[in-house]
């Protein structure tokens, strides 16, 4: 029997060439375009918590794992086709899972978001938005550096920002 709840959300992942050291776009954007065909996007109907991206490195902090999202409500969509520019700075909404369920997600500091960048090994963009069913789409989705390499040098100890001072 059908709830009219999701039980699971769905998430597109991104292939290989996004993943490993990314860290020359720090400061740059994540960009995308999303569209859906079918769906209830009215507000009663969606999801209020969700996180548009994930982002996870599994090395970072000392082997332990990080994992960094931007909220959706950080963002608008309803459905209709929409190109998605999300900063890749720590001060621009991405939060931090602390790990704890007792504990809430907060900012990561400049060098963990640095640190993440430089060794992605997962790379999420939600695809279900509503608590029912809705077909979408997304397209051109890309990492966009910011002139040249933004790495501060506070940053750059070591070849994936694990040793950093800022």
């Not at 699971?8 to 999303?34: E, H, I």
Request: overall charge negative; aromatic content about 12%.
């Amino acid at each position: 029997m059908n709830s009219g709840k999701d039980e699971d959300l769905w998430y597109f992942n991104a292939p290989a060439k996004f993943l490993g050291w990314q860290g020359v776009v720090y400061g740059g954007t994540m960009d995308f375009t999303m569209s859906s065909f079918s769906g209830d996007f009215s507000t009663g109907n969606m999801n209020s918590d969700l996180k548009i991206v994930e982002m996870h490195c599994a090395k970072c902090a000392t082997n332990s794992g990080i994992t960094m999202s931007f909220p959706l409500s950080l963002t608008s969509f309803n459905g209709s086709t929409k190109t998605f520019s999300l900063p890749l700075l720590e001060t621009s909404g991405w939060l931090q899972d602390p790990e704890n369920t007792l504990k809430t997600w907060n900012a990561p500091t400049r060098c963990q978001f640095i640190e993440l960048l430089g060794g992605l090994t997962s790379v999420k963009i939600l695809g279900d938005f509503t608590q029912w069913y809705e077909s979408v789409s997304v397209d051109n989705v890309k990492f966009v550096k910011s002139g040249s390499s933004s790495i501060p040098i506070c940053a750059q100890g070591s070849p994936d920002a694990s040793v950093c001072t800022c």
